[in-house]
């Protein structure tokens, strides 16, 4: 791979110009972080169509650029799942049917609206957890861009992930979460725009889509077509665990109970708006794969002519690197000036994924954390201090962390893995919470914490074809080959791993609820629950605002793109 | 939030197409270097960041803020 002599002054001019316009607006937005809510919730005023890319552009870090490009180069056309079933029902989902909860309740973190419906401990354990994953989150997109920049610019490791990490706290520090959604919706053109090119050309030099089809075999250029049996396709899974493990558990539990992502709804201005912001963010989301995806599958077009094209990974000579895909394009087919926008594109989407957790870390922290178990009842002053601070150890925890998967390369993979058990029956608790009174606080409680260790349990016995390690699976019956069953694929035993946790959840927190006694009242619960709250009254001009038509139209083009690409 | 951040927008893409135009025009004839794709790229931006800041000032006048 070439390295640094291809970066010219053009390039590096182009990355500093993107430094001073992020942290611009970082300080244009200073003198407007007056309250602990404009710090901490945007002052809860911003249009749709900020919200709305700044709920992409905040989920479009390090791990969708690089990690989504190496799933196309390995999976082919199958990593769409990730992109149309695996998110846009979900989103609609959150935007017709659960925004109007969390907005209208007033509640200012996820995890506070698990208070206001369940109790302390249900929104606690959230809280908690939510914090040191988005932590960890940070770190691993600090270390991640560090890497990139060691061995792509020749970059001292320590001084890129301080150096990044330095812009993201000047900016966060300076406006708060406007700040971060502000610079999300810059990140988000930047991305597309400086990726376009690569796209392109590199599209050229493969010759189209008919070079691809020459290339590759059929099962990489299909997302359903194969989905029969795990055996048929590059991913090793089957149409019931892509539209229940993905489509339905993962997806719905990331897209409907994340606070990273729902907290830029929350921060919209007005309840419409907060309703359109997953909209307006499943529009480019479904166009995304084009961006990200198609460059890999590209890559492992180029591998066909040329074996040299992906490196192996350090120590192996058989396992090909492709989290190198991006970086391994960028370098081959753009010449200075449009390399530097290509790689500041990628170090913006490093940043975003970044300032994403670290302003979502910080309201859970203040609020739910400080607030409420360390220093009640203070004043709004006193959150704002508490806000900016958390802010600068937030980034420092972050740094940290990077460090820490610096040496022990396995700790993120054990950390996924532990996000994995906890993420996996949320929806559960959620859908349950929204659309039935009876749900109680022990209820949930008693089963969030079973789905997690159902899940947990579910990864012990089972193992994925092919495991070399503990970390995989099977570390209940000593080993692979005690195994209860194997999974084709790590894929399928995660997605199955899901549905387990989720069912679990379901059932046990339905019968814990049933031999509880209720902890709140028809009255408490109003605006929490969709049968004892009034109907949202539409506010929209126009009838293409409305989130019902939106949401039509939305699911006809992903229906389309699904279909094309089938 | 009072910040109109079609105008950051605009601005950058508007330098960043200054940029690669002129790079892109300078060498034009440089075979070894490239499609010129930085050209291209910038006129591309160039255009998008007019766009973006007519659309701000636009904003500017109608509501005045």
């Known amino acids: 791979m070439e390295t640094t002599s291809a970066l010219g002054w053009i390039d590096y001019a182009i990355m500093l110009i993107y430094f001073f316009f992020v942290l611009g607006i970082g300080w244009a937005l200073k003198k ?20 709305g890319l700044a709920f992409i552009s905040a989920n479009l870090g390090a791990l969708e650029v ?38 209208g309740s007033k509640a200012r973190s996820v995890p506070e609206y698990l208070k206001l419906r369940f109790d302390e401990k249900t929104r606690g354990f959230n809280a908690f957890a939510f914090a040191f994953m988005t932590i960890m989150a940070s770190g691993a997109s600090m270390h991640a861009l560090a890497l990139l920049a060691e061995r792509l610019l020749g970059w001292d490791y320590t001084l890129s992930l301080v150096g990044s990490a ?15 959604i502000y610079n999300e919706v810059l990140q988000f053109f930047l991305i597309v725009i400086g990726f376009l090119p690569l796209v392109l050309i590199s599209l050229k030099a493969i010759g189209g889509w008919e070079g691809i089809q020459a290339s590759l075999g059929d099962n990489m250029l299909h997302s359903w077509k194969y989905a029969a049996s795990p055996d048929q396709n590059p991913m090793g899974v089957e149409w019931m665990g892509i539209i229940i493990g993905l489509g339905f558990v993962l997806s719905f539990g990331y897209w409907c109970t994340n606070f990273l992502v729902v907290q830029r709804a929350m921060a919209a201005g007005s309840m419409g708006a907060a309703r359109r912001t997953p909209l307006i963010g499943a529009l480019p989301k479904m166009f995304i794969p084009f961006l990200v995806i198609l ?5 492992a077009a180029l591998l066909q002519g040329d074996h040299s094209f992906i490196p192996f990974k350090e120590g192996s000579e058989t396992v090909r690197d492709f989290d190198q895909v991006i970086p391994v394009l960028l370098m081959k087919y753009l010449p200075t000036g449009v390399l530097g926008l290509g790689l500041t594109a990628l170090m913006a989407s490093f940043m975003s994924g970044m300032a994403g957790n670290v302003s979502a870390f910080n309201t859970v922290f203040t609020y739910d954390i400080y607030q409420s178990y360390i220093n009640p009842g203070k004043s709004d002053k006193h959150y704002l201090s508490v806000g900016q601070i958390t802010t600068i150890a937030g980034v420092l925890v972050s740094i940290l962390a990077a460090f820490i998967a610096k040496q022990f390369n396995n700790i993120m993979d054990f950390l996924q893995l532990i996000f994995a058990f906890i993420n996996a029956p949320l929806f559960a608790t959620f859908l349950l919470g929204m659309f039935t009174r009876r749900t ?11 789905g997690t260790f159902a899940a947990a349990i579910h990864h012990g016995l089972t193992v994925p074809a092919g495991a070399d390690s503990l970390v995989k699976g099977g570390w209940l019956t000593g080993g692979a080959a005690n195994a209860l069953h194997t999974y084709p694929s ?42 004892l709250t009034p109907r949202v009254q539409d506010d929209s001009k126009h009838w293409y605002e409305k989130p019902q038509t939106l949401a039509i139209i939305i699911g006809a083009i992903a229906l389309i793109l699904s279909i094309l690409f089938w | 939030m009072g910040l109109d951040i079609k105008f950051p927008i605009g601005l950058m893409f508007a330098i960043f197409g200054v940029i690669l135009t002129i790079q892109g025009i300078f060498t034009a004839g440089d075979t070894v270097l490239y499609v010129n794709v930085n050209l ?25 803020r």
Not at chain 1, 32 to 51: K, N
Not at chain 1, 295 to 299: L, M, S, V
Not at chain 1, 506 to 516: A, D, E, G, H, N
């Open chain 1, 166 to 180: 330095a812009i993201v706290l000047v900016y966060t520090y300076l406006g708060g979460l406007s700040s971060a």
């Open chain 1, 490 to 531: 790590e894929m399928a035993q995660n997605f199955w791993t899901a549905i387990f946790a989720f069912f679990i959840a379901l059932i046990l927190t339905l019968v814990i609820s049933y031999l509880t006694k209720r902890n709140k009242s028809d009255t408490d619960l109003k605006g929490l629950v969709y049968s």
């Open chain 2, 40 to 64: 291209w790229s910038g006129l591309f931006m160039l255009i998008f960041g007019s766009l973006m800041l007519v659309f701000s000032v636009r904003k500017k006048k109608t509501t005045g």
């Open chain 1, 440 to 450: 109680t606080g022990h209820g949930a409680f008693w089963g969030l914490l079973s």
């Open chain 1, 295 to 299: 460059p890999g599958i590209i890559a």
């Open chain 1, 32 to 51: 407007f972080m007056r309250s602990a809510t404009d710090f901490l919730e945007a002052g809860r005023s911003l249009p749709a169509w900020v919200t």
């Open chain 1, 66 to 103: 690089i990690g989504m490009a190496a799933s196309g180069a390995k999976y082919g056309m199958m990593t769409v799942h990730f992109y149309w079933i695996g998110a846009i029902p979900a989103m609609l989902f959150l935007a017709i049917f659960m925004m109007p909860f969390y907005y």
